[in-house]
């Protein structure tokens, strides 16, 4: 269990406004130069580089060398549900305020978008949702298990399903579990499946990444291949 200087320590390094910005720039799974983050936090090449080592040191995020680059990324999945379970306290934070006009973007983040390495939004708890009532999927709170009926969805995909088997083992990653959607207010599902699914969806062009957004847009493919194989709607 952390210590309380441990908890406050990672709280203050989360609760900054800049490295708070670095750290949703990132939570589409993707690694960031230290010049992209800084454009993100609107603050200098030298002070991101300040914040990112610090929240280096923490383990919230770590470095990949490519070259003359340095990208940085979440260090695990934990840190994404962190930052959603962040988000979905803070949007709760403001009852007293007026309902704001959704935008554009607004609107396609709450269809579908990634949340770490799985899908969130609309798109996301729809498919638990179906995964759940078909059976398989079993979610419960603080966990979730994969059907052998589930298992089998997997293998149809085309998901090769022992070797992501064997990482969870070898990594310590839950093969899935529900994360709370902050948009939604619903668990959309997480883990190892749940990274496969979304991985799945891009490579098989299923949905698209919308530039400089966590939202993703669903093709014509992929709302065929949702609606055939999951009996989900995206709308």
Same mark, same amino acid.
């Given at each position: 269990?952390?210590?309380?200087?441990?908890?406050?320590?990672?709280? /203050?390094?989360?609760?900054?406004? /800049?490295?708070?910005?670095?750290?949703?720039?990132?939570?589409?799974?993707?690694?960031?130069?230290?010049?992209?983050?800084?454009?993100?936090?609107?603050?200098? &090449?030298?002070?991101?580089?300040?914040?990112?080592?610090?929240?280096?040191? /923490?383990?919230?995020?770590?470095?990949?060398?490519?070259?003359?680059?340095?990208?940085?990324?979440?260090?695990? &999945?934990?840190?994404?549900?962190?930052?959603?379970?962040?988000?979905?306290?803070?949007?709760?934070?403001?009852?007293?305020?007026?309902?704001?006009?959704?935008?554009?973007?607004?609107?396609?983040?709450?269809?579908?978008? $990634?949340?770490?390495? +799985?899908?969130?939004?609309?798109?996301?708890?729809?498919?638990?949702?179906?995964?759940?009532?078909?059976?398989?999927?079993?979610?419960?709170?603080?966990?979730?298990?994969? $059907?052998?009926?589930?298992?089998?969805?997997?293998?149809?995909?085309?998901?090769?399903?022992?070797?992501?088997?064997?990482?969870?083992?070898?990594?310590?990653?839950?093969?899935?579990?529900?994360?709370?959607?902050?948009?939604?207010?619903?668990? +959309?599902?997480?883990?190892?499946?749940?990274?496969?699914?979304?991985? +799945?969806?891009?490579?098989?062009?299923?949905?698209?990444?919308?530039?400089?957004?966590?939202?993703?847009?669903? $093709? &014509?493919?992929?709302?065929?291949?949702?609606?055939?194989?999951?009996?989900?709607?995206?709308?």
């Amino acid at each position: 269990m952390a210590s309380n200087a441990t908890f406050a320590e990672v709280a /203050a390094l989360a609760g900054d406004p /800049a490295r708070a910005g670095m750290l949703h720039a990132l939570m589409d799974g993707r690694a960031l130069t230290a010049s992209e983050l800084a454009r993100v936090a609107g603050i200098t &090449p030298q002070t991101a580089s300040t914040h990112l080592a610090r929240l280096c040191v /923490a383990g919230l995020l770590e470095v990949e060398k490519q070259g003359r680059h340095r990208y940085h990324r979440l260090a695990s &999945p934990a840190v994404a549900q962190m930052m959603e379970s962040i988000m979905l306290v803070a949007s709760r934070a403001e009852p007293s305020k007026a309902k704001l006009t959704i935008g554009p973007r607004d609107a396609a983040l709450r269809a579908a978008r $990634t949340c770490y390495d +799985h899908l969130a939004g609309r798109l996301g708890v729809a498919l638990a949702d179906a995964m759940v009532a078909k059976g398989q999927v079993e979610l419960a709170k603080d966990g979730g298990l994969m $059907t052998e009926t589930g298992m089998e969805l997997l293998a149809k995909l085309g998901i090769d399903v022992d070797p992501m088997v064997a990482r969870s083992s070898r990594r310590g990653r839950v093969l899935c579990r529900p994360c709370l959607d902050w948009s939604e207010r619903r668990p +959309h599902l997480a883990g190892a499946v749940g990274a496969a699914l979304c991985t +799945h969806s891009l490579d098989n062009g299923w949905i698209r990444r919308i530039e400089g957004t966590r939202a993703v847009s669903i $093709t &014509p493919k992929g709302q065929r291949s949702f609606r055939d194989l999951f009996g989900v709607a995206p709308g």
